[in-house]
C-alpha cells in the first residue's frame, strides 16, 4: 500500500527560472563587496561540482564545493560566499508566481499521505525555501543530497529507504527528471510519476519499464 510521496523541487513544485537563478547570485556578491562578474560562473561551477559527483562519493559536500570555485577561478574565497549563496537560494528562489501545485491539491495529498521532499541541493537550504513558499506545513521531512547523495544513482533512494524502514512498495518519487527521478526509484521498486508539463521531459533514451507520465501536477488528485 502507498504511504510516502517523495517531491522533487524544481519544475515539480516551484518552475525552474534560467534566466532569474543565475543572475540572483549577484546578490550574494553585493552583500560581500565581492567581484560581481564572478557570480554567474560560480553558478554553473556549483553545477559542473553536482556532475562530477560519483556513486563513491554522492554527497553534497560545503567545503569541497568551496575548493571546486576556488580552483576552478583561481580566488581564495571563504566559506562565507557559500553560506550567502544558500541564503540567496533559500530566500530569492522563492518567486510565488513559479509555484506550480495548488494548495488543494497539497491538502489533498496531505490527507492521504506521508509527503516528503528530495532535491539535489542542502537539506537545510532547501528546507528553508520550502518555508519561504509557505509550503513548508505540509512535508514531514526533507532529504538533500548533503546527506542521502544526489537522486542519479539507486543507492542515495536506498539509503532514505533503510534509514526510515519503508519499502520500496510504499513510496512513490514525484519529479521532472527521468534520469533522476524515475529511474533509480524505479529500479528498486518505488511507484515514479514523471511531471512533463512542457512536453520535454519523457526522454525516449532513458528506458524505464514502468512509470506514470502527468502533465500537470496538480494531475496526482486524479491518480492518488
Known sequence: MLKYLIFDVDNTIIRYNEDFYPQSYKIAFQKLG?????AEKVF????EYES?????????????????????????????????LL?????????????MIKKETLDYLYKKYDLYIYSNYFADAIAERIKSLGLLEYFKGVFGADVYGTKEFESSYKKILDALGWK?????????????????????????????????????????KDYIKINDVNDLTKLL
Do not use: Q
Open 44 to 47: 554553473f561551477l556549483i553545477n
Open 168 to 208: 520500496a512498495e510504499e513510496c512513490a518519487m514525484i519529479g521532472d527528471s527521468k534520469k533522476r527521478d524515475i529511474l533509480p526509484p524505479s529500479n528498486l521498486g518505488m511507484k515514479t510519476i514523471l511531471v512533463d508539463d512542457d512536453g520535454l521531459r519523457d526522454n525516449p533514451a532513458i528506458y524505464v
Open 52 to 84: 562530477l559527483l560519483s556513486e563513491e562519493n554522492p554527497c553534497y559536500n560545503r567545503e569541497e564545493m568551496l575548493d571546486y570555485i576556488n580552483n576552478n577561478l583561481h580566488t581564495n574565497y571563504d566559506m562565507s560566499l557559500i553560506d550567502e
Open 34 to 38: 565581492l567581484d560581481e562578474s564572478n
Open 87 to 99: 541564503y540567496v537560494f533559500s530566500h530569492h528562489w522563492t518567486r510565488k508566481e513559479d509555484i
